[in-house]
């Protein structure tokens, strides 16, 4: 099997001497704008159709965008040793680093992914991210993910304490993320996924529990509700990690509430209230740079018209609102230059957030401890 890096060089240089320009025409009769994407397409096929197939913006979709991030951050600017990014280590050197209390839940990915990039030639860490920025276009209200093409996969494992933990102070998941390179507002920006998310790994009852009571669009509810004051646990309280949430089903990490309050960070994470395009655009970018990290932009290769495009978030679900009985009152404002929206509430009774349902493909050989997370891949 051809590695990414020879297909590439082949690819390229074929693509120079014929001075292409335009689109041109793949081997499996697609069309791309750079005949370096050509390998994309085969892998788009097949993770569209068995990987996300008709689930829309379900577990599998938050499922990818949640490894692509524990595998880019594995980076440092002052420390080396942590590795070198969106490389793929994450998979690489699974039994490792799946170890790592931070990564618990990401057998799932393993389970999820692995068999895809077993069958396909491009690299461990080219799939990772590419499989993210698909499933995203499985959310409305995404603007359509830029993708680069051709990272350069690990050769080691990044090492414990990299991914910032749920139940660590803001300072300290500050200076983890600028030392990635990620300033306040491309950490605030980045956390816009928690739109789409739920948590596997907190509350040990309980599994998919969603962020805020929206999971399946990418709108600003999640900004909206993680500012409201906390009442209840969707499960057991005392989980290292969690605090109270305002919604019934939903789970709040101590993180979000705290850098959705503190004067560092309050003001940018109120300004996406009710602001969609704001939030789109800002994670937009934020993913792109994270996809990355710590790899040589100048050697990728711009794919991003491979990336399809994403459903149009209906106009109703772009505007936020408190959730039933709940309302401005409710809010614990934190910026200190802006007030909060007033917002209108939801109708009705107060209701409890249905849990995500999870991808029956995320259940493998591959566990919680790294144990059995081990495949044939394919590596630059």
């Keep these: ?27 499996n009769g697609g069309t791309v704008s750079n005949l370096a994407c050509c390998p994309l397409l085969p892998v788009l096929e097949d993770i569209q159709k068995n990987m996300f197939g008709d689930d829309g913006c379900a577990d599998a979709a938050h499922t990818t965008l949640r490894v692509a991030f524990h595998d880019a951050i594995g980076f440092s600017k002052t420390q080396p040793s942590f590795g070198t990014g969106a490389d793929g280590s994450i998979f690489i050197f699974a039994e490792k680093e799946l170890s790592y209390d931070a990564n618990l839940g990401i057998a799932d990915a393993f389970n999820l992914e692995a068999p895809f990039i077993s069958n396909h030639t491009i690299g461990v860490a080219d799939f990772i991210q590419f499989a993210a920025a698909v499933g995203l276009t499985k959310c409305p209200g995404i603007l359509r993910p830029t993708f680069m093409f051709g990272r350069t996969d690990a050769t080691a494992a990044a090492p414990d304490g990299t991914v910032p933990e749920p139940f660590q102070s803001v300072d300290i998941i500050l200076a983890r993320m600028a030392d990635a390179g990620f300033s306040p507002a491309e950490l605030v920006a980045l956390l816009a996924s928690h739109s789409i998310a739920g948590a596997d790994d907190v509350d040990p009852i309980l599994s998919g529990v969603p962020f805020d009571s929206t999971p399946a669009v990418f709108d600003t509810q999640f900004f909206v509700e993680t500012q409201l004051r906390g009442t209840l646990f969707p499960g057991t309280a005392g989980n290292q990690g969690e605090v109270e949430s305002a919604v019934a089903g939903v789970l709040r990490l101590q993180s979000d509430a705290l850098l959705a309050r503190d004067a560092s960070t309050a003001c940018l994470w109120q300004a996406n209230v009710n602001n969609q395009a704001l939030m789109a655009s800002s994670f937009q970018k934020a993913f792109a740079k994270m996809q990355i990290v710590g790899q040589d932009a100048s050697k990728l290769v711009d794919c991003s018209d491979v990336i399809p495009q994403p459903p149009a978030l209906p106009a109703a679900s772009a505007k936020a ?55 044939k891949f394919t590596k630059s």
Excluded: Y
């Design 321 to 375: 609102f408190f959730p039933p009985g709940l309302s401005v009152k409710d809010v614990e404002q934190a910026c200190a230059t802006t007030p909060f929206p007033n917002l209108p509430t939801k109708p009705g009774a107060r209701e409890t957030v249905p849990s995500i349902v999870a991808d029956p493909a995320t259940e493998g050989a591959c566990d919680d401890d790294g144990a059995g997370c081990v495949a």
């Design 1 to 27: 099997m051809l590695s990414t890096s020879t297909l590439l060089a082949a690819l390229v240089t074929f693509a120079n001497a014929a001075a292409l320009t335009g689109r041109v025409t793949c081997p």
